[in-house]
């Protein structure tokens, strides 16, 4: 049920989900998921998410439904498209990317009012008040000092073997529909 709900939304709002391009975004044990609103949660409720690049070097990263959102006193939920930035994580150092691969870990960053902040492995708030907390980074050139686990975050490839989600359509590794 979950897998056709999942399917609907996709199509109803026109989003795509395809099986090269979409990750689980993982800190630790946790992945990003829903639990009344964008959470951290265990491996049987986490979401696929796909990064969209965008002109000027950001990604927009989309749910299953909406994208991830920066909102209010730098939480993160789901919501509006917001363009993020994606620091690689090298050490306790984060550059600045405009690409992803898989097994590599990144810190995620917005911009609300003027300041920079980066999404956290952390819970805030509960039901669909849920939120994840933003920590404000200091952002030198393009790069970040990485102050905790709590704000990288690994990409972990889509290991459903389900017939990759495109549109309307069911559509096999072929190319076939």
């Not at 952002?139 to 990485?146: H, P, Q, R």
């Amino acid at each position: 049920m979950k897998k056709f709900i999942t399917l609907l939304l996709l199509c109803l709002t026109g989003m795509t989900a395809w099986a090269a391009d979409a990750f689980y975004l993982k800190n630790g044990d946790n992945y990003i998921g829903m639990d009344g609103n964008l959470s951290v949660v265990d491996a049987s409720n986490k979401m696929l998410c796909t990064f969209n690049a965008q002109t000027d070097g950001s990604f927009q990263i989309a749910l299953p439904s909406r994208f991830i959102h920066i909102g209010s006193s730098g939480r993160w939920s789901q919501g509006d498209a917001t363009n993020a930035t994606l620091y690689k994580v090298s050490g306790t150092t984060a550059t600045k990317v405009t690409s992803v691969a898989v097994g590599e870990s990144y810190v995620i960053v917005g911009v609300k009012d003027s300041k920079n902040y980066a999404l956290t492995a952390e819970n805030y708030g509960s039901g669909t008040d849920r939120r994840l907390v933003g920590t404000e980074v200091t952002i030198s050139g393009d790069a970040l000092t990485v102050s905790s686990t709590k704000i990288t975050w690994t990409l972990e490839a889509n290991s459903d073997t389900r017939e990759n989600i495109e549109g309307v359509g069911l559509k096999t590794d072929a190319g076939d529909y």
